[in-house]
């Protein structure tokens, strides 16, 4: 079973994703609510993949992605993003991040992006 690591700053969001992901199998071994609390967390849980929010305070997604890809090149991240965030989704892609959902989540998209990451 795939151990997913959720990172938002908004609980309600990683509430969603939790849900979407536990339906369909995955278990969530942590969550966090800004990019230092996600290193950390990282660290701690070594999941199979991390969802990881862009803007958020303390340290953004971006910014998150490249000190979890320290740790471990082979980490594998999705960013979630809101609409007209692309400039910073392909800053994320370009960082190691390997897919983006888009809020609102679809949860067909969100299992999709899940499924290719891990591949």
Known sequence: MPR??????????????????SK????????????VQAVEKFKETRPDLTTMDITMPEMDGITAVKEIRKIDPK????????????AMVIDAIQAGAKDFIVKPFQPDRVIEAVRKALE
Do not use: H, P, W, Y
């Not at 990683?14 to 849900?19: A, G, L, P, V």
């Not at 369909?24 to 990019?35: D, H, K, L, Q, R």
């Open 24 to 35: 369909n199998g995955f278990t969530i071994v942590g969550e966090a609510e800004n990019g």
């Open 4 to 21: 997913v690591l959720i990172v938002d700053d908004a609980a309600f969001m990683r509430m969603m994703i939790k849900d979407i992901l």
């Open 75 to 86: 980490s594998r991240i999705i960013m979630c993003s809101a609409m007209g965030q692309q």
